[in-house]
């Protein structure tokens, strides 16, 4: 019989229509230019970020007269900055329970994705390849995570060791939580881990909560400067952005860097069954130089939150990972409102509070621990994603006045708005605080509020985060076995050693399949070589006699180009041959892999949710 597992599940970044920033965020621009190009006085207020061949790749505030003039010169591109989310299928807090956390306090838990992998046959190693986690922070005294952890602090998300939920800390777990005989092992749990965090949030939902796109370049410059060889990016977003794919490629071909990103949580049931495979495109994953990681679910079949589209690279298990949390965050699940005449509501929220303090179960809500933002703070909120000052002030001046009144929690409530539900709040308070959707009592109102909330060490997550830290961590164990192969020889044998799942060969689905680590290192081992070199890719210089694969012929280049299309310019190029991949491809096998999706212990119990989504915001 299976064991039952009550979980709480918390969700990830909630978009809407009220985000946190410290700028004008109308104005916020990417500016890619060469130096020399722009006058001195227009750039002294820019900020560089990185670099794209000899060009800058600034963030900057503009005027549209500045953007109209910045587009009158030669060579400068414009991009407007973009915002992005974590993904998370679900974060679900296990309960302390016999069934549950309790067991991972005395005993460990070796990972069913572990065996499925082929991970745990990888033979240990002294020293690992630098990893770069970018995400929501750490709690770096996680009793399962390395000590020897670095990171980069920035003034917007604040400290690389602490967590803004659990997400960054539940990656870190599933790539290099060690094998000390408590909790769960990550894919380099033999201590020889080289962990580099770069925090991209303050908050879940409250000040700083929105990752931009110019913290991800800047991110990734960093990780590329603090040596980094793998970096994991499991966060998403649907704006394309040539100057971060610019960045990806330099560093791709530059310093041979793998970049692994997660393909987002925006698929469906019904376009799977239908055999319909065009889910919008998520980036960065599905940038030409990132592996782009769907999931699979416990029955080893495609998980109905995974997308499906022709960018799909590999899949990895992506559902009931349990990994490390953030053992200082506080999460609030579910907040119901009951007056004193007997009328019980539950009401969609979004917590706006750090999590470092756990509000009471049941409190009577104060008149003054309520606060009432105008429709022009709404308009604010909508234009420029922040609160007007004198807004900021009021609510602070709440906030004090509540608990100077000894109150527990304060309420943020807000005119209902067609545009949808307010999911942040430019606001930074380690004070309970709860911004509520569409509250249905008036202010003079008895009410009592019954709040459940949950603080935990171990998560149980499902998403493509997962399978991307999970790929993360495989990827950077096989190459630790050997740091002198190269980023396509690793990736080549990645493709060589999956089971093919689904339609044979590569499909939008399932990508290449499920790798097996242990038979890439066997592929390696022997010196095997990819019968088909790398596809031709526009943004990449070839130099003379570099051999590549377009639309299976196999051409040799001349003399260096770039973006020299090889059967526009013949030129350039010369066919030496066609491309047989079917000695390079993995052998296809049934449409799943169920046969590999060993569950133990923890893992094999039943799963309830208290409250479901595939984002980081209960109650909404």
């Known amino acids: 019989m299976k064991r039952k597992i009550t979980s709480y599940l918390i969700a990830g970044l909630l978009t809407g229509i009220g985000y946190a920033s410290e700028m004008n965020t109308q104005n916020l621009y990417l500016v890619q230019y060469s130096p020399g190009s722009i006058d001195n006085q227009l750039i002294k207020s820019f900020k560089i970020i990185g670099r794209s061949g000899n060009s800058n790749i600034a963030q900057a505030v503009l005027s549209d007269s500045e953007v109209t003039l910045l587009e009158s010169f030669s060579g400068v591109v414009i991009e407007r900055n973009y915002g992005l989310s974590l993904n998370t299928g679900s974060?679900?807090?296990?309960?302390?329970?016999?069934?549950?956390?309790?067991?991972?306090?005395?005993?460990?838990?070796?990972?069913?994705?572990?065996?499925?992998?082929?991970?745990?046959?990888?033979?240990?190693?002294?020293?690992?390849?630098?990893?770069?986690?970018?995400?929501?922070?750490?709690?770096?005294?996680?009793?399962?995570?390395?000590?020897?952890?670095?990171?980069?602090?920035?003034?917007?998300?604040?400290?690389?060791?602490?967590?803004?939920?659990?997400?960054?800390?539940?990656?870190?777990?599933?790539?290099?939580?060690?094998?000390?005989?408590?909790?769960?092992?990550?894919?380099?749990?033999?201590?020889?881990?080289?962990?580099?965090?770069?925090?991209?949030?303050?908050?879940?939902?409250?000040?700083?909560?929105?990752?931009?796109?110019?913290?991800?370049?800047?991110?990734?410059?960093?990780?590329?400067?603090?040596?980094?060889?793998?970096?994991?990016?499991?966060?998403?977003?649907?704006?394309?952005?040539?100057?971060?794919?610019?960045?990806?490629?330099?560093?791709?071909?530059?310093?041979?860097?793998?970049?692994?990103?997660?393909?987002?949580?925006?698929?469906?049931?019904?376009?799977?069954?239908?055999?319909?495979?065009?889910?919008?495109?998520?980036?960065?994953?599905?940038?030409?130089?990132?592996?782009?990681?769907?999931?699979?679910?416990?029955?080893?079949?495609?998980?109905?939150?995974?997308?499906?589209?022709?960018?799909?690279?590999?899949?990895?298990?992506?559902?009931?990972?349990?990994?490390t949390a953030n053992r200082h965050y506080s999460v609030v699940q579910k907040v119901k409102a009951k007056s004193i005449a007997g009328y019980e509501v539950e009401v969609p929220f979004s917590q706006i509070d750090t999590g470092t303090l756990i509000p009471q179960s049941v409190i009577p809500l104060m008149t003054s621990c309520l606060f009432t933002l105008s429709k022009e703070d709404i308009t604010e909120l909508t234009k420029f994603r922040r609160l007007p000052n004198d807004t900021h002030k009021a609510l602070f001046a709440t906030e004090r006045q509540c608990q100077e009144d000894a109150g527990k929690v304060l309420l943020v409530k807000y005119p209902n708005t067609n545009s949808g539900y307010l999911y942040g709040l430019d606001y930074l308070t380690d004070f309970p605080t709860l911004l509520v959707h569409k509250w249905p009592f008036d202010e003079s109102a008895n009410v009592e509020l019954q709040i459940k909330s949950y603080q935990s060490s171990y998560l149980v997550g499902a998403g493509t985060s997962q399978a991307t830290a999970i790929m993360t961590g495989g990827i950077a164990k096989l190459w630790s076995q050997n740091q002198q192969w190269t980023r396509d020889q690793i990736i080549n044998a990645l493709k060589y050693a999956s089971y093919d799942l689904g339609a044979a060969g590569k499909d939008g689905m399932y990508g290449h399949g499920l790798p097996d680590f242990a038979k890439a290192l066997e592929y390696l081992n022997a010196g095997s070589i990819s019968q088909c070199p790398s596809e031709w890719y526009y943004n990449k210089a070839y130099n003379g006699g570099e051999n590549i694969t377009y639309l299976g012929t196999i051409y040799r280049a001349n003399y260096w180009s770039k973006g020299s299309n090889p059967t526009a310019s013949s030129n350039n190029w010369r066919v030496t041959g066609l491309c047989d991949d079917s000695v390079s491809n993995p052998s296809h096998v049934n449409s799943d892999a169920a046969h590999l999706m060993n569950l133990t212990g923890l893992e094999a119990g039943e799963v309830e949710y208290e409250c479901k989504g595939l984002s980081l915001g209960c109650g909404s």
């Open 91 to 323: 974060l679900e807090y296990l309960d302390t329970s016999e069934n549950g956390i309790d067991l991972l306090q005395y005993s460990e838990l070796e990972p069913y994705w572990l065996r499925t992998t082929g991970i745990n046959k990888l033979p240990n190693v002294s020293d690992s390849v630098p990893v770069c986690v970018i995400d929501s922070g750490v709690d770096e005294q996680h009793i399962d995570l390395p000590q020897n952890m670095r990171g980069y602090h920035s003034q917007y998300a604040g400290f690389w060791n602490s967590d803004a939920l659990s997400h960054g800390t539940h990656m870190a777990g599933i790539i290099a939580a060690q094998e000390n005989g408590w909790g769960v092992k990550g894919a380099l749990s033999d201590g020889a881990v080289n962990l580099h965090i770069s925090k991209l949030i303050r908050t879940a939902n409250g000040k700083n909560s929105t990752i931009w796109g110019s913290n991800l370049i800047e991110s990734i410059e960093i990780c590329a400067n603090s040596g980094a060889k793998v970096i994991n990016m499991s966060l998403s977003g649907t704006k394309y952005s040539s100057m971060t794919m610019n960045v990806i490629d330099r560093l791709t071909y530059d310093r041979g860097i793998i970049f692994v990103g997660a393909a987002g949580n925006h698929g469906t049931a019904e376009k799977k069954q239908s055999g319909i495979y065009n889910d919008p495109l998520h980036y960065p994953a599905s940038y030409h130089n990132v592996i782009s990681v769907g999931a699979l679910n416990t029955n080893g079949q495609a998980a109905s939150f995974s997308p499906t589209h022709n960018k799909i690279d590999f899949v990895m298990p992506g559902t009931k990972i349990v990994s």
